[in-house]
């Protein structure tokens, strides 16, 4: 069974307990106090100060008198030269002249309000996308139930640190960052953190979940360049929808996330010219690890080719291995030409989707359009 940390077991406690921990930290361990605190800023919610017990004052102590003992009478002969010299004093001073008080006018008093926007949890989006990311493995990894449970925990911990990252972009691209920007920032970059630490053990995990979790390990990195310029942005009063490079990056990492959900990459290269495939005599030498068939490839169990379907990516069935329903729909006589490109070219071409090759498939509508868009 997946085991969570503090942190997850913090998300599910009301904000009233958690101001409790923090308002009694002789309590509670130290650590414990600092993750209820982090969780009442994450939900923008007020985190009261300790309580500090009143110091009791020194019990008191008679000290002994030493030795000599004074006279009776001395109080009475100290009450009377006081006395002679606050006569003394106040007869040689002078009144000085009244004067009288200013009184500023006082208004009432104006609160400046702040917006605050509690950052969500994204627990039931995290769910749902661990196990669309676990049923995108092939059929022999999902078999492997002690790798395929490590390898949804460690995906867990991506898609909350991405939810959260994108939720933060998008209200800076927006405009609309809250008075908690900065330390929702923060949350999110331990979040990714969290992701980071774990990736440094070794988990004995399959190939393909290894090239998976160095994509999110990629994604969340971008992801970390992103937030970092954001928070400074905001320290600095500058103006968020201007950080064109913290988009940039943002950008990136949501196009790994997309290919991580399985679905087509914005920016995926294509092998070849298009407008080069129509004709024999027109078509460039066909390079190693790259031939050309005339239907398409038999399917073979715990075989999951990518499929491109005329630039768009496509992944074939995970249990199957067979081709994606737009290209099973094809007619023959619409295809103008189909590639089958071998393991190491693939994943040079089109990244660890592509771990058992890809199938690229070419339509004559595409080639024709290809071509004329180069006349």
Do not use: C
Request: glycine share 6%; proline share 9%; charged share 20%.
């Amino acid at each position: 069974m997946p085991t969570f940390s503090s942190t997850d077991s913090f998300l599910q406690k009301p904000t009233e307990e958690l101001q409790y921990l923090v308002q009694n930290p002789s309590f509670y361990d130290p650590s414990l106090v600092a993750e209820a605190g982090r969780e009442l800023r994450r939900r923008g919610a007020l985190v009261p100060r300790p309580e500090t017990p009143a110091l009791a004052p020194p019990p008191y102590q008679e000290v002994p008198a030493a030795g000599f003992a004074l006279p009776s009478w001395w109080p009475a002969l100290v009450v009377g030269l006081v006395i002679i010299g606050l006569s003394w004093w106040g007869l040689g001073r002078k009144p000085a002249p009244e004067v009288a008080a200013k009184k500023e006018p006082t208004g009432p008093i104006v609160l400046e309000a702040v917006r605050t926007r509690q950052l969500p949890s994204f627990e039931q989006e995290t769910a749902v996308q661990v196990a669309r990311t676990r049923r995108l493995l092939p059929a022999a990894d999902r078999a492997d139930t002690t790798a395929a449970g490590r390898y949804a925990r460690m995906a867990r911990r991506y898609w909350l640190a991405e939810n959260a990252a994108q939720y933060l972009t998008a209200q800076a691209r927006g405009d609309s960052a809250s008075g908690v920007f900065a330390e929702q920032i923060d949350l999110t970059l331990e979040r990714i953190s969290w992701f980071m630490k774990a990736r440094a053990y070794n988990q004995s995990l399959t190939p393909v979940m290894e090239e998976r979790l160095t994509e999110m390990q990629q994604g969340l990195q971008r992801r970390r360049n992103s937030l970092q310029v954001l928070r400074s942005a905001y320290a600095n009063g500058a103006e968020l929808p201007e950080a064109k490079a913290a988009y940039a990056e943002a950008d990136e990492a949501a196009d790994i996330g997309r290919v991580l959900r399985g679905l087509p990459s914005r920016k995926a290269p294509i092998a070849g010219n298009l407008a080069s495939l129509g004709s024999p005599e027109t078509r460039p030498a066909t390079p190693a690890g790259y031939t050309i068939v005339r239907t398409l490839p038999q399917t073979r169990r715990n075989l999951n080719p990518l499929y491109v379907l005329d630039g768009e990516l496509l992944p074939s069935d995970p249990d199957t291995g067979e081709a994606p329903a737009p290209v099973h729909a094809l007619p023959p006589d619409s295809i103008a030409q189909i590639t089958v490109i071998k393991k190491k070219q693939a994943l040079a071409a089109f990244g660890p989707r592509a771990h058992s090759g890809a199938v690229v498939v070419v339509t004559k509508a595409a080639a024709r359009a290809a071509r004329q868009g180069e006349r």
